[in-house]
C-alpha cells in the first residue's frame, strides 16, 4: 500500500467518527435546549391579544376572582357542539382554566357522549331536555349557567325593512355575549358559603318576583340569583318587623298605599343601618311621601316627558348622569338607561338632609328641556318643565346607641318598569339594576362590573352584475393568472 492510499484511509476514518461525533453532540445540544426552553416557557410564560381590541382579555374583577380560588372547581362544558356559541363558550373557559389551574375542564356533549350524558345528569339531577348548560361545581354546592342567560338577543330587520322573515316569523339576532359575567358569578357562588338574603315586599299590587308576564320580573329574579344572593317574598303586613336577616329591601312600583305601621317598619329598619331598593310606578296610588320625605327625597304623582329623548316606543332613553359609584360605571361605558313615564324626585334643599345627617346624590337626570304632566294620557295637563331628577341615591350613618356595623343607604328610582321583563334588558337597563343592588349590598369589588362582549353579524350582499363579477375574478381570472405566471417560471428554466 503507498503512502498515499494509506493517509488517504487515515484521514477517511478520522473524518467519518469525526462527523459521528459532531452529529451526536448536536442533536444534544438540540435536546438540551429544546427542554431548557419548553420548562422556561413552562414557568415562565404570558399570553397577548394580537387583534389589538382587548374586548377579548378577561375583566380585571374576574382575574380577581380567580386569583383568589384556591381549592379544585369542576367546570362542565354540557353543550351540543354544533350550537353557533359554542366557540366562544369554550375559548371562555379555557382562558379561565388557563389563568388558574384548580379549574379542571369537562366537555361532555349529550348527543355523542350518552353514558357521560346520563351519569352528569343524574349526579346533578338534571331533566333530560336540559342541554347546552355550563356546571360550576365546588364545596358540595354546584351552579347551572344556561344557555338562555349566555347572550342578549334582540330583533333584526330583513333586507326588505320587515322584522318577520317570509314565513311570517320574527328573525331574532343575538347581539351580545355576556359569557364571562355568568361564569364569575358562577365561579364566586360555589366558593362561598355566605349568601344574603334579599326580601322582596309584596301586598300592594306588586307582580311577584316569579312572574314571567311581560309586566312581571323574573328575569330581575334572575339577575340577583346571578349575584349569588338569595330572595324571598315578604308581606309586611303579616310581621311585626322587618327579619333581622335582611340584607336588602326591595320594594318595586307599589300600586296601593303602605299602611302606617308598614312605613314606620321600614324606616326603623333604615334608622337602624338596613339597605333598600324602592321603585315607582305612574299608576300608583301609593303615597310614600311619608316615608322619603324623612330620608331627603319628595315624590309627585307626575309623569315626565322628555322629547328630545323620547323613542317611538313612547319610552325615554337618557343618559345624563351625576357621579356616584352606581351611575359611573354606565357614564363611563355610554349606556342610557330606558324608562316609560317615570316619576319625577325632588332632592330637599342640602340644609335639610345635612342637619338629618343624609348625603342625597342624584343618579339620573333629564334634559333641560322636559315637562312634567299630570294625568298622563288623553287628559294630561302640564305642571311644570325644566330639568327633573329621575333616580336618587341616599346614605346615612346609623344613629348613636343603635348597633349598627354599615351606613343606612337608600336608591328610589322613578320608574319600576325598567326592571320589568319587557324592559330590563333594553339599554342599560340591566346595568342600571346590578350597580344599584351591588352598592346596596356594599360589594365594592361587584361595581367594577363586566359588560357584554358584541357579538358582530357580517352580511355580504351583491347586485346580480356584481356577483357575476365576484365570481369571474375568482373562477376565472385567479386561476389563469397562475396558470401563466407558472408557464413564465417553466419557459426561463427552458431557456
Known amino acids: 500500500m503507498s503512502d498515499t492510499e494509506a493517509n488517504r484511509e487515515s484521514y477517511s476514518t478520522s473524518q467519518r467518527w469525526g462527523g459521528w461525533v459532531n452529529l451526536a453532540c448536536a442533536i444534544a445540544a438540540v435536546?438540551?435546549?429544546?427542554?431548557?426552553?419548553?420548562?422556561?416557557?413552562?414557568?415562565?410564560?404570558?399570553?397577548?391579544?394580537?387583534?389589538?381590541?382587548?374586548d377579548r382579555a378577561l375583566s380585571p374583577r374576574t382575574l380577581q376572582a380567580l386569583a383568589a380560588v384556591t381549592n379544585d372547581v369542576e367546570v362542565i362544558l354540557f353543550y351540543d357542539q354544533a350550537e353557533s356559541i359554542y366557540p366562544m363558550v369554550e375559548k371562555m373557559l379555557r382562558e379561565y382554566v388557563h389563568q388558574n389551574r384548580h379549574l379542571k375542564l369537562t366537555t361532555v356533549n349529550p348527543l355523542t357522549q350518552p353514558k357521560?350524558?346520563?351519569?352528569?345528569?343524574q349526579t346533578y339531577r338534571l331533566t333530560p331536555q336540559q342541554r347546552n348548560l355550563v356546571i360550576f361545581a365546588a364545596n358540595n354546592q354546584?351552579?347551572?349557567?344556561?344557555?338562555?342567560?349566555?347572550?342578549?338577543?334582540?330583533?333584526?330587520?330583513?333586507?326588505?325593512?320587515?322584522?318577520?322573515?317570509?314565513?311570517?316569523?320574527?328573525?331574532?339576532?343575538?347581539?351580545?355575549?355576556?359569557?364571562?359575567?355568568?361564569?364569575?358569578?358562577?365561579?364566586?357562588?360555589?366558593?362561598t358559603h355566605h349568601h344574603p338574603i334579599v326580601y322582596w315586599i309584596t301586598g300592594h299590587g306588586e307582580p311577584p318576583i316569579i312572574s314571567t308576564a311581560s309586566d312581571g320580573y323574573a328575569r330581575f329574579g334572575q339577575l340577583l340569583g346571578e349575584m349569588n344572593?338569595?330572595?324571598?317574598?315578604?308581606?309586611?303586613?303579616?310581621?311585626?318587623?322587618i327579619p333581622d336577616d335582611s340584607h336588602l329591601l326591595i320594594l318595586a312600583g307599589p300600586r296601593t298605599s303602605l299602611a302606617p305601621k308598614e312605613q314606620r317598619m321600614i324606616h326603623q329598619y333604615l334608622t337602624s343601618g338596613g339597605r333598600m331598593l324602592i321603585t315607582l310606578h305612574q299608576d300608583s296610588s301609593a303615597d310614600l311621601n311619608h316615608l322619603l320625605y324623612r330620608w331627603g327625597?319628595?315624590?309627585?304623582?307626575?309623569?315626565?316627558?322628555?322629547p328630545g329623548k323620547?323613542?317611538?316606543?313612547?319610552?325615554?332613553?337618557?343618559?345624563?348622569?351625576?357621579?356616584?359609584?352606581?351611575?359611573?360605571?354606565?357614564?363611563?361605558?355610554?349606556?342610557?338607561?330606558?324608562?316609560?313615564q317615570p316619576n319625577p324626585i325632588k332632592p330637599l334643599p342640602e340644609y335639610q338632609t345635612a342637619a338629618a345627617?343624609?348625603?342625597?346624590?342624584?343618579?339620573?337626570?333629564?334634559?333641560?328641556?322636559?315637562?312634567?304632566y299630570r294625568n298622563p294620557g288623553v287628559r294630561q295637563v302640564k305642571e311644570?318643565?325644566?330639568?327633573?331628577?329621575?333616580?336618587?341615591?341616599?346614605?346615612?350613618?346609623?344613629?348613636?346607641?343603635?348597633?349598627?356595623?354599615?351606613?343606612?343607604?337608600?336608591?328610589?328610582?322613578?320608574?319600576?318598569?325598567?326592571?320589568?321583563?319587557?324592559?330590563?334588558?333594553?339599554?342599560?337597563?340591566?346595568?342600571?339594576?346590578?350597580?344599584?343592588?351591588?352598592?346596596?349590598?356594599?360589594?365594592?369589588?361587584?361595581?367594577?362590573?363586566?359588560?357584554?362582549?358584541?357579538?358582530?353579524?357580517?352580511?355580504?350582499?351583491?347586485?346580480?352584475?356584481?356577483?357575476?363579477k365576484m365570481a369571474g375574478l375568482i373562477i376565472g381570472v385567479i386561476p389563469a393568472g397562475t396558470l401563466l405566471f407558472g408557464f413564465i417560471v417553466w419557459l426561463r428554466r427552458r431557456t
Open 31 to 54: 435536546l438540551i435546549l429544546a427542554t431548557v426552553l419548553n420548562y422556561l416557557s413552562h414557568r415562565h410564560h404570558t399570553r397577548a391579544d394580537w387583534a389589538g381590541t382587548g
Open 116 to 121: 357521560d350524558a346520563e351519569r352528569i345528569q
Open 142 to 191: 354546584h351552579k347551572l349557567v344556561h344557555q338562555s342567560q349566555l347572550t342578549q338577543t334582540q330583533q333584526t330587520l330583513q333586507p326588505n325593512g320587515n322584522p318577520r322573515n317570509p314565513e311570517g316569523q320574527l328573525v331574532f339576532e343575538r347581539t351580545a355575549f355576556w359569557g364571562e359575567r355568568m361564569f364569575t358569578s358562577a365561579l364566586q357562588a360555589v366558593n
Open 229 to 241: 344572593v338569595k330572595v324571598a317574598e315578604l308581606n309586611l303586613k303579616n310581621i311585626p318587623a
Open 297 to 306: 327625597l319628595e315624590v309627585g304623582d307626575l309623569a315626565i316627558d322628555d
Open 310 to 340: 323620547r323613542l317611538g316606543d313612547g319610552s325615554l332613553s337618557l343618559d345624563t348622569y351625576e357621579p356616584h359609584p352606581v351611575s359611573q360605571p354606565l357614564d363611563r361605558s355610554g349606556l342610557a338607561v330606558r324608562l316609560l
Open 357 to 372: 345627617g343624609l348625603k342625597v346624590n342624584p343618579l339620573l337626570l333629564t334634559t333641560g328641556q322636559a315637562v312634567a
Open 384 to 468: 311644570a318643565e325644566g330639568q327633573f331628577c329621575l333616580a336618587a341615591a341616599i346614605e346615612k350613618d346609623p344613629i348613636k346607641g343603635v348597633q349598627s356595623d354599615q351606613h343606612a343607604r337608600l336608591v328610589v328610582i322613578g320608574d319600576s318598569d325598567f326592571l320589568d321583563n319587557q324592559m330590563l334588558h333594553r339599554d342599560g337597563n340591566r346595568e342600571l339594576a346590578w350597580h344599584a343592588a351591588n352598592w346596596l349590598l356594599d360589594r365594592p369589588q361587584q361595581l367594577q362590573g363586566i359588560g357584554p362582549r358584541a357579538i358582530h353579524t357580517y352580511r355580504f350582499e351583491f347586485q346580480s352584475n356584481e356577483f357575476w
